[in-house]
């Protein structure tokens, strides 16, 4: 399992990457998040409850997505534009 520190430090640098970084979160396979972190200063989109249901419906198009690979090649991001914010997902590890 990875711990904390690591995932704090590594949300920390994902915020740090671009200052339109609002907001991160990492998963594990079922949805379930495991480090959520927002910019300093900046008010919530979502609430907490709002964006643990967002990250598992993330997970069930990902597995979605997965289920397709053998005719669309494997998955390198996700990506959408929404009309407020945009969203990309990232596979970290597998």
Same mark, same amino acid.
């Given at each position: 399992?990875?711990?904390?520190?690591?995932?704090? !430090?590594?949300? =920390?640098?994902?915020?740090?990457?671009? =200052?339109? /970084?609002?907001?991160? !979160?990492?998963?594990?396979?079922?949805?379930? /998040?495991?480090? !959520?972190?927002?910019?300093?200063?900046? =008010?919530?989109?979502?609430?907490?409850?709002?964006?643990?249901?967002?990250?598992?419906?993330?997970?069930?198009?990902?597995?979605?997505?997965?289920?397709?690979?053998?005719?669309?090649?494997?998955? /390198?991001? !996700?990506?959408?534009?929404?009309?407020?914010?945009?969203?990309?997902?990232?596979?970290?590890?597998?």
């Amino acid at each position: 399992m990875i711990g904390y520190e690591f995932l704090y !430090a590594f949300g =920390k640098q994902l915020l740090n990457l671009h =200052k339109s /970084i609002r907001w991160m !979160a990492i998963t594990d396979k079922f949805g379930v /998040i495991l480090n !959520a972190q927002y910019r300093e200063g900046l =008010k919530p989109i979502m609430t907490q409850e709002e964006n643990e249901e967002y990250a598992s419906s993330t997970i069930t198009r990902q597995k979605t997505r997965t289920k397709f690979e053998s005719k669309t090649g494997k998955v /390198i991001y !996700a990506f959408g534009r929404y009309l407020y914010n945009s969203h990309s997902g990232l596979l970290l590890f597998g």
